[in-house]
C-alpha cells in the first residue's frame, strides 16, 4: 500500500485487543487502541482512521451507539467483533452503519482478511477528501439518480443521499451493470472481496440500507434496486 493503513481497535478485553495488535502490525498497519466506547468515540473523531475494528458488547457507550455516533460525522469503514449468539446485535450494528462483521472467536487471520479487503477500496479519507472534480467518463446517469464516481458522489431528486463506503460501492458496481442480475454470492466476491468468508445476510442488510437511504429523497431511486427472488439483486433501469 502507498501508506501505513491506520487502525482502531475497540474492545474492552485486553488480550483481545494484544492479539489482534500483534497480527495487524506484522502487516505494518498502525494501531491504537481503546478500551470503552467514549474513548473510542473520541479517538475515531479526532483521527482519520482508515478503518475500526468494533466490539458491540462495550462498557458505558456500547459498540452500536458509538457506530450511529461515528456516522454522524465520518464514514470510516467499520468491522464488528461480535460473540455469537448475538444476531440480532449484528443486524442492529449494519443498521447503525457497520461495514461488516467478525464472529468471536475469531481468527485473526480472517480479521487481517477483513481489513484488507476493505483497505483494497478507498479508505474513508479518500471519500471525505477527494475533491469533487467533474469528468463526463465517472458520471453515471439514470432519470432518478445520479452516480458521481470521481467525487464518490450520489444524487437523487436533486438531493445528495450520504452512504457509507461500501454502500456507495455496492451501488456503484450495480449501477456499471444496469438490469444485469447478481448474486449474493457474486456481490459478496465482488465488492467485499470474500472468495470464502461471509455472510450472505451482509448483502441483504446492505441492500436494504442502501433503498432506505435511498427511499427518503427519491421512491423512484430506491425501486430501482430490484430483488430478483431465488437469485439476487440488481439496478432496474425504468423503461
Known sequence: MEKEAKILI???????????????????FVIDEAEHGEQALEMALASDYDTILLDLMLPGIDGIEVCQRIREHKAT????????GEETNRVHGFEAGADDYVVKPFSPRE????????LRRASATAFLKTDPVVTSHSVIVFPDLTIDHDAH???AN???????????ELLHYLALSPD????????????????????????????????????KVSPQAANMIATVWGVGYKLEVPK
Open 10 to 28: 475497540v474492545d474492552d478485553e485486553e488480550r483481545i485487543r494484544r492479539l489482534l495488535k500483534m497480527y495487524l502490525e506484522r502487516e505494518n
Open 77 to 84: 469503514p467499520i468491522i464488528m467483533l461480535t460473540a455469537k
Open 180 to 215: 444485469k442480475v447478481f448474486t449474493r454470492e457474486e456481490l459478496l466476491k465482488d465488492v467485499w472481496h470474500y472468495d470464502f468468508f461471509g455472510d450472505l445476510r451482509t448483502v441483504d442488510t446492505h441492500i436494504k440500507r442502501l433503498r432506505e437511504k435511498l427511499n
Open 111 to 118: 480479521v487481517v482478511f477483513r481489513v484488507k479487503a476493505i
Open 153 to 155: 458522489k450520489v444524487t
Open 158 to 168: 436533486g438531493q445528495e443521499v450520504n452512504l457509507t463506503p461500501k454502500e456507495y
